[in-house]
């Protein structure tokens, strides 16, 4: 039969993780860490855990599932997250709404990264670098990058009681 336990120790570097497992009688018990396939996690020494003694030898049992509350997000009812116990978390909420929460966030893609989305929006700096481009107009919320650019393109200095042509650069 399964049995509860707290988790001592894990070994998460191994390709099938072992652990230290403390039964509620008190009992060391070694396990190893059955996860679904694509889906990883290192749960943390006293996280709670499920083990299952395969042909009912406590000898040879594994952990099929883990929790640890003292770290995990309040959920509404059908909603989904990831969490770390630093406080990053991935949070899919009603309303169909993703939340992912971290000091910084990397993708890293070969190719591109493509929104498809009719609208981007930031609250502080957009820094573009070498050869990222938009598509559409850049607005920084007073107007568009375009307009900046009608302007800059029109704009003529006064010299001696007439102005100078406009900029011939267009770029």
Known sequence: MAFRGKLSRLDATAVLPTAQVEGLAGEAV???LMQHYGL???????????????????????????????YRIQLQP?????????????????????????????????????????????????NVENDAHADGDVSDGIRAMADDRQIYDGH???????????PNQKE
């Open 156 to 166: 003529t200095h006064p010299v001696s009681g007439s102005s100078t042509a406009p």
């Open 30 to 32: 070694a396990a190893e």
């Open 78 to 126: 059908g909603e989904v997250a990831i969490y770390t116990d630093e406080g990053d978390h991935v949070h899919m909420q009603r309303g169909r709404i993703i939340e992912v929460v971290t000091e910084t966030l990397l993708v890293k893609a070969g190719t591109k990264v493509r929104f498809e989305t009719p609208l981007v929006e930031m609250s502080q700096d957009l």
């Open 40 to 70: 990883s996690s290192a749960p943390l020494a006293g996280s709670e855990v499920i083990l299952l003694p395969v042909g009912g030898d406590s000898g040879h049992s594994v952990i099929i599932a883990s929790i640890d509350g003292r």
